[in-house]
Structures are given as structure tokens and as C-alpha cells.
């Protein structure tokens, strides 16, 4: 195995491989739509009922806005996130096929 320079190359040379063989969409419903939605969503609902108080009216409205755009936000996220790192992963594979 060939020394990777950057944080990036390191972490998807050693942890990638084992995601990877999950699939895309165990990833993006699990790492994209689950975790960084979910938290996403949370802290929009926080955040939105300390500004404008738990008992709004509107709050439910907002709260069900805030999941719907939450979730489209983890699923473009997770994908971004899985091209980039199949675009790591792949050149890091040629650069140790061009090595050896």
C-alpha cells in the first residue's frame, strides 16, 4: 500500500473499500438522508422554535418543510459525497497499479 499525502486519500484508501461494498444506497439513505438529514433536520427544529417559540402556530407547517428539505438536502449531499470519493478511490487504485 502506497503513503497517501492528504487526510481525504488516507481516509478513503483505509475506510471507503468497507462502505463502498454496502452500495450507494445503503449510503445515502443511511449516511445521507438519516444522519446528516436527521441532524440537519433537528437543528432546524431547535433552532425555529427558539426563535419563534415551540407553540406556533406555524411551527408544525415549518417542522414538516424543514424534514422535506432536510432529507432532499442528505440525499444530494450523500451523492456528492459518493462521487467524490469513487473519483478518490479510482485514482488512487491507478496510481498503485502504476506503482507496482
Known sequence: MTDYGSRAERWVATRW????????WHFVLVRGVLLWGGLMFLAMLV???LRLGFDHPRYPLLAAIAAVLCAIGGVAWALLTWYFNERIHRALQQRDRDIA
Open 17 to 24: 473499500p468497507a462502505i463502498r461494498a454496502r452500495g450507494p
Open 47 to 49: 433552532l425555529t422554535g
